[in-house]
């Protein structure tokens, strides 16, 4: 089992930025792979960021390439989600999620773990 735990969602205007955390407990993070995913009221669950377990291979959604950096520090048990230029679309509940294998995928219906979620709130 895996204990997942966000933190460092808010309030910001447009333009602004954020860092999102995950602390992770329960099993050895550098087995997990780890991913971002998020959802706005009235929509489905979307796919932001994923990582695999070394950092090397990382995957973004389009909404969040350019402005989005995903990172890890396997000593630390953490995975960050930077977020810059933060548009009020951006507005969601952010979820943090880990998968079972050191492979990342995009596919949210792949990971096992997930978090409570961290609120973001951009207003323009």
């Known amino acids: 089992q895996v204990h997942l735990e966000e933190s460092g969602g808010g309030l910001v205007q447009a333009g602004g930025s954020l860092r999102l955390s995950c602390a992770a407990s329960?099993?050895?993070?550098?087995?997990?792979?780890m991913g971002w995913f998020r959802q706005a009221p009235g929509k489905e669950r979307e796919f932001v960021a994923a990582?695999?377990?070394?950092?090397?291979?990382?995957y973004y959604a389009d909404s969040a390439k350019g402005r989005f950096t995903i990172s890890r520090d396997n000593a630390l048990n953490t995975v960050l989600l930077q977020m810059n230029s933060l548009k009020p679309e951006d507005t969601a509940v952010y979820y943090c999620?880990?998968?079972?294998?050191?492979?990342?995928?995009?596919?949210?219906?792949?990971?096992?773990?997930w978090g409570q979620g961290t609120q973001v709130t951009v207003s323009s």
């Open positions: 329960g099993r050895t993070f550098s087995n997990l792979a």
């Open positions: 990582i695999n377990w070394s950092g090397e291979n990382i």
């Open positions: 999620a880990a998968r079972g294998s050191r492979f990342a995928t995009i596919v949210q219906a792949m990971y096992d773990y």
